[in-house]
């Protein structure tokens, strides 16, 4: 049943009441800009693929530009490595897996820890570079990005010599050179859940970052020649979807680990299938949070906030369906918008900006057409009135109401800031709203029983099931999902056992 237009209306208004702006003097209370200084970062013009220890320049004889989301200026130019690129790659990988298999684990985690304090070290550095080249607010880079990639580093560092009590009773070998293809979503922070386990265990690694999104794997790689790392134990080759592609095929990588959408990652099991080598997919996903009657309201809404307009929504766990119990829903919409009017829209780089810039002219393109679509099927499009800049790539928090199941924007992940409000009237009715997808990655339930959030988990058909919060992450965590969202977990012990061959 969707919400009575006229009560919402009230609803808004009597949240707005209850929830005045701060006034201080004469003046209602506005933030200053808060802009983070950049002058002290340094990008080179040009990068080229970090292969066998070192920087070199394509043998494609290949560039691209990399670009500010925020201004469409562009940071610098990148490498877009070809087959034989990738092969010198793959090689240099074998060539130091020959050595590195064999170092004891306790060096080895000596290695991933210097790793891990470097990143620490310029955590500043990174959290800009990361904002500059992908478009999220600054505060999420430098608090979530940046501290959670260390924390991975850290975390493996711990198990390099411990293997044998993570598979007790069984031999535990190191699988080979694995190849890792990142999204553009969270770069550094993918970067690490995929290197940090694979180095742990003695693995060596060919990395490609997205193409919109290279510049944080190239101050990466800065960071492992400062650490000392074995040359080939890590070679990053940059590209699109070509370079993936010929690392994928290779016949000498013994696994693929890959982020990104389901399209591409049933394209690559379709390539892997017959083969040997072992792969791990994290794809997309639609996920549902889930607000019952008896939920703390408010804080329910900040959790929703958080799981869809956390880094823009481009987030593969994403809140982006709300199913809230209907004798609730017209008092948690008019909470939900009064807060979603409170989201600052704007530059990344300032420090009080809520909601950054899109990834890409694409991806932009892409949220328009499907928040079209919602209109056009006739979901109600709710937005706030915020000027966007008149440059870069922007869209503003977006919620509908009135929302169908068979609506696209209820089943097909967008990966921007749009929400779907559906209802429910019964715990049966919203497990089968939220299991009613091709999508398995994650949800969200809210609620103050303690028996109701185990009796919903259990029948939630996602890798990951948050209670009472959303989008919280942690390197002793697995995580990873279920039918078109992929197979393999990535964090914890579970991650580990992706890159052994256990015995």
């Known amino acids: 049943m969707a919400p009575n237009p006229m009560k919402f209306v009230d609803g808004v208004a009597r949240v707005k009441a209850e929830r005045p702006a701060l006034e201080f ?60 690129d990738v092969d010198a790659a793959v090689k240099a990988a074998r060539a130091a897996f020959r050595t590195w298999s064999k170092l004891a684990g306790a060096e080895r985690g000596k290695y991933v820890y210097r790793i891990a304090r470097l990143i620490q070290e310029k955590a500043r550095e990174l959290a800009i570079v990361e904002t500059m080249d992908g478009g999220k607010p600054i505060k999420e880079a430098r608090d979530v990005d940046v501290p ?17 009590w993570a598979f007790p009773g069984r031999s535990v070998a190191p699988l080979g ?31 490609k970052p997205a193409e919109t999104t290279p510049l944080t794997a190239m101050k990466l790689a800065e960071i492992l020649r400062e650490a000392e790392l074995p040359p080939g134990v890590v070679n990053i080759v940059t590209g699109a979807g070509e370079t993936g592609a010929h690392l994928v095929n290779h016949p000498g990588v013994a696994k693929i680990a890959f982020t990104g959408s389901t399209e591409v990652g049933k394209l690559i099991q379709r390539a892997l299938a017959g083969t ?31 799981g869809i307009y956390f880094n823009q929504g481009h987030v593969c766990c994403a809140g982006s369906r709300l199913l809230v119990e209907e004798s609730i829903e017209e008092d948690l919409l008019a909470r939900l918008d009064w807060r979603i009017r409170q989201l600052r829209v704007g530059d990344p780089l300032d420090k009080n900006t809520d909601v950054g810039a899109i990834n890409s002219r694409a991806q932009l393109e892409k949220i328009r057409e499907l928040t079209r679509c919602g209109v056009e099927e006739g979901a109600h499009l709710h937005q706030p009135e915020c000027a966007l800049p008149a440059r870069g790539f922007f869209f503003p928090p977006t919620y509908f109401t009135h929302v169908a199941q068979s609506h696209r924007i209820a089943r097909e992940e967008i990966f921007g800031p749009v929400l779907a409000v559906m209802s429910f009237r019964t715990p049966d009715e919203a497990v089968e709203k939220a299991n009613n997808l091709a999508y398995g990655l994650s949800a969200g339930v809210w ?14 058909r996602a890798g990951v099931v948050w209670a009472n919060t959303f989008n919280k992450f942690d390197p002793t965590s697995p995580f990873g999902g279920y039918k078109e969202s992929g197979f393999g977990r990535e964090g914890g012990v579970h991650g580990l056992e992706a890159y052994v061959e256990v015995s």
């Open 25 to 84: 003097g004469t003046g209602v209370f506005e933030y200053a800009p808060a802009p983070e200084a950049t002058d002290h970062v340094r990008l080179e013009p040009r990068y080229g693929l970090f292969v066998d220890g070192g920087f070199v320049a394509p043998k494609s004889e290949r560039w691209f530009d990399t670009v500010n989301p925020a201004t469409e200026e562009k940071l610098a130019e990148v490498a877009d490595a070809g087959e034989a």
């Open 148 to 164: 959670l990639a260390a924390a991975h580093f850290f975390y493996h560092a711990g198990w390099a010599d411990k293997l044998p």
């Open 177 to 207: 050179v694995c190849g890792q293809i990142i999204p553009w979503n969270f770069p550094l922070l993918m970067a690490a859940w995929k290197l940090a386990p694979a180095l742990a265990a003695g693995n060596t690694v060919v990395l």
């Open 276 to 306: 040997e080598k072992r792969l791990t997919l994290e794809l997309g996903g639609k996920a549902a949070n889930i607000v019952f009657a008896d939920a703390a309201l408010d804080q329910a809404v900040e959790g929703i906030v958080n």
């Open 447 to 460: 609620t103050d029983k303690g028996a109701k959030i185990f009796a919903m988990t259990k029948r939630l």
